[in-house]
């Protein structure tokens, strides 16, 4: 099993940046997938970033060239890294760690983007 604690979240202005870091622990030596996930309030959570243990990542069309998902695998810590931030940019945002059958889940973080 795969623990995760998100932190970085926050309140921030239209254009500003945040750093999202989720710590793993555990046998993070399975996960496939590190994942970013949001859930805005009245919507369906939906991937943001992904990033493979070869250090692919591919993005939700709406955060290309805005946010960066990043891993250190040394101290099991994957980052997001916000910029330009929006308003339809608030949610909760929650680590997730894709293993082969199973999927682990942060408690998230609180990312809110004022006008």
């Known amino acids: 099993q795969v623990q995760l604690v998100e932190s970085g979240g926050g309140l921030v202005q239209a254009g500003g940046s945040l750093r999202l870091s989720c710590a793993a622990s555990?046998?993070?030596?399975?996960?496939?997938?590190w994942n970013w996930y949001r859930e805005a309030p009245g919507k369906q959570r939906e991937l943001v970033a992904r990033?493979?243990?070869?250090?692919?990542?591919i993005y939700k069309d709406s955060v290309k060239g805005r946010f960066t998902i990043s891993s250190d695998s040394a101290k099991n810590i994957v980052y997001l890294q916000m910029n330009s931030l929006k308003p339809e940019d608030t949610a909760v945002y929650y680590c997730?760690?894709?293993?082969?059958?199973?999927?682990?889940w942060g408690q998230g973080t609180q990312v809110t983007v004022s006008s």
């Open positions: 990033i493979d243990t070869h250090g692919v990542t």
């Open positions: 555990g046998s993070t030596d399975r996960v496939i997938y």
């Open positions: 997730n760690g894709r293993e082969r059958v199973t999927s682990n």
